[in-house]
């Protein structure tokens, strides 16, 4: 999850980063050939642009990720009957017990 979550906080700042300026996304489309030099709607400044399409997938996809991470812990300390969060915080957690998931 810590992985998932990194790579999408990345993709998304740098999709931003990229649409910040417009000089930066032709520059890396050149460079790394990734998105089609011409547009047929290139005129049209309704339309919205692939980079802001992937940049708001991304950060939706943050949002869902954040949701699943926060359900799991959710989940874990019910399961394990143990405060997830405050050991987060503290350091802290509970000795095992014989009744614990192994």
Known sequence: MVVALLVTLSGTAFTGWLMEEPGRAETAA??????????ADDDDDEAESPLKEVHETLANAMLLLIALHLGGVALASFRHRENLVRAMVTGRKRPASRGDIA
């Not at 050149?30 to 547009?39: C, D, G, S, T």
Request: proline share 10%; hydrophobic share 60%.
């Open 30 to 39: 050149r460079q790394l050939q990734l998105v089609a030099p011409a547009f």
